[in-house]
C-alpha cells in the first residue's frame, strides 16, 4: 500500500535543492512541483550564476514541469519552495494553474511578506491554497547562511 508522503519531506527536498545553489554561490532557493504525491520536477535558483534575473528557482521548477508534462498548465500539482515566492514567481504559479504552494519562511529583505495577499487583492489568485512554516528553522538557516557569505544578490 502506498502512503501519502507529507509536506516535510517535499519541502526538505526544495531545501536540497536550495543547498545545491548555496554551494554554487547563488541564491540559496529551492523548488519541487509535486502531482500526485509524485515529484515531476526540482530545480534550483540559478539567476547569479547564469546572470538571468528570471532564473529564479520556482521559475526553473515550472520550466522543466511543463516539459515533461507537455502543457504549460500545471493543474493539480503543489509547488514547495524552502522561502517565500516573490511576486513575479507567484504571477507564474497562478498563471500555470499550480493548486497548491508550500514555502518554508518568509524573505522580508527582498520579497514580500505578503505575495499572495496582493494578488488575491487584485483578484488573482484567489484558488491557490498557501501553506507556510514548514521546515521554517532549516530554510532560515539557509538564507542565514547566505547572508553571511556577502555575495550579492
Wanted: aromatic share 6%.
Amino acid at each position: 500500500m502506498k502512503t501519502k508522503l507529507d509536506d516535510q519531506y517535499f519541502m526538505k527536498i526544495a531545501i536540497s535543492e536550495a543547498e545545491k545553489a548555496l554551494k554554487r554561490k547563488d541564491y540559496p532557493a529551492g523548488a519541487v512541483i509535486v502531482l500526485n504525491n509524485k515529484i515531476i520536477a526540482k530545480a534550483s535558483s540559478t539567476g547569479i550564476t547564469k546572470k538571468d534575473p528570471t532564473a529564479h528557482a520556482e521559475i526553473n521548477a515550472i520550466r522543466k514541469a511543463c516539459k515533461k508534462l507537455k502543457s504549460r498548465f500545471l493543474t493539480g500539482c503543489v509547488i514547495y519552495a524552502n522561502s517565500e515566492p516573490c511576486l513575479m514567481c507567484a504571477k507564474a504559479m497562478v498563471y500555470a494553474r499550480i493548486k497548491k504552494v508550500v514555502y518554508g519562511t518568509e524573505h522580508g529583505e527582498y520579497g514580500s511578506k505578503k505575495t499572495f495577499d496582493i494578488l488575491k487583492e487584485n483578484g488573482i489568485g484567489k484558488d491557490i491554497e498557501v501553506i507556510s512554516g514548514i521546515e521554517r528553522e532549516l530554510a532560515e538557516e539557509q538564507l542565514k547562511r547566505f547572508s553571511k557569505k556577502g555575495i550579492p544578490i
